[in-house]
């Protein structure tokens, strides 16, 4: 028991970041605003949860300009892929301990 | 609400977050039905026009009318009568997609969207081409099985962006097309089912599966009786 929960990331332990993770773990690069919409979060929110993923090197990210405004696309690093695929394997792990009970 | 719900619930809430960042779901299928409806009208009007034309033919040779300009008239009714279908069908897709995409307070033009397009457009394109270069090559023979291969390449091709069932349309529409191929005359009876009664047929099943549109029709069958 304690082996997997070891295995729980705890960067991840915010339904919000597993949210960011998801989104990234499918697209390449997404920007800021299609990010926040799908997860449906506020500007502040968004930048505080992206803030231990960048931390953790889980998440990259480019700036540049479309037309005259800055723009951020955020994508998962390899690290981040493995790390959240860890995680998910701790999860599912645990929830068939759970069940199997 | 325990631990393992709670882990539970997140599971399905990142389930659906890679789903919606990936595929376009606002497709109606409302917009099938109407794309079906628009193809069987233009196949009917396209069989009347043959008709008319098939007499006029004989009329022309009768006062030794030259055949080639009766073949270009043929073409360009041809081309004319599918683009007005084509046009028609997009619109009317667009706008019951847009209602949905509304209705679900999701954008219509978004990064899956464009997405599904540009996986749509490909092989869409290169099927435009391919039936140019087989009308100017005179085997319009070949011309309503071609359509059919080249959208179901389409659709399978783009199903990977939208409803899963989309694809094996996409299957139905290219065996249609292929065994179209080898059986020569029926073009225009393939293409009304192809574009006509799968387009009906599929749209009205997404609609009931996924548009709640059982629910809506009960609703309206309800309102009515009161």
């Known amino acids: 028991m304690k082996d997997i929960i070891t295995h729980l990331n705890p960067v991840f332990d915010h339904r919000n970041r597993l949210g960011i993770m998801s989104v990234l773990s499918v697209n390449d690069w997404v920007d800021y605003n299609t990010l926040k919409e799908l997860l449906n979060l506020t500007d502040g929110n968004l930048a505080s949860h992206m803030k231990p993923l960048e931390a953790a090197e889980y998440v990259e990210y480019r700036k540049q300009f479309v037309g005259r405004r800055p723009q951020t696309t955020y994508a998962a690093t390899e690290k981040g892929k493995a790390a959240f695929k860890e995680h998910l394997d701790a999860l599912e792990h645990l929830l068939k301990m759970n069940t199997g009970k | ?226």
């Open chain 2, 1 to 226: 609400m325990s631990n393992a719900e709670q882990h539970l619930e997140h599971l399905a809430e990142m389930r659906s977050l890679m789903e919606r960042s990936t595929r376009f779901l606002s497709l109606s299928g409302l917009s099938g039905v109407w794309a079906g409806l628009c193809a069987l009208f233009g196949a009917a009007y396209h069989r009347m026009v043959t008709e008319a034309e098939y007499l006029n033919q004989y009329a022309d040779i009768l006062v030794e009318k030259s055949e080639k300009a009766s073949r270009d008239g043929f073409e360009v009714a041809l081309i004319s009568t599918a683009l007005t279908v084509l046009i028609a069908a997009l619109a009317g897709g667009w706008f019951f997609t847009a209602r949905k995409a509304r209705q679900r307070g999701e954008r219509v033009w978004d990064a899956s969207s464009r997405r599904l397009l540009w996986a749509l457009a490909l092989p869409l394109i290169t099927g435009g081409i391919f039936c140019l270069a087989l009308l100017y090559w005179r085997l319009v023979g070949l011309l309503a099985p071609a359509t059919l291969v080249f959208y179901g390449l389409a659709l399978f091709n783009g199903s990977k962006y939208t409803l899963r069932d989309v694809g094996s349309l996409g299957l139905l529409e290219i065996a249609l097309g292929l065994s179209g191929m080898f059986v020569p005359g029926y073009g225009l009876e393939l293409w009304a089912i192809g574009f006509g009664v799968l387009h009906i047929l599929y749209g009205a099943w997404m609609y009931v599966k996924y548009d709640g549109g059982l629910l809506d029709l009960r609703r309206w069958t309800c309102a009515r009786g009161n």
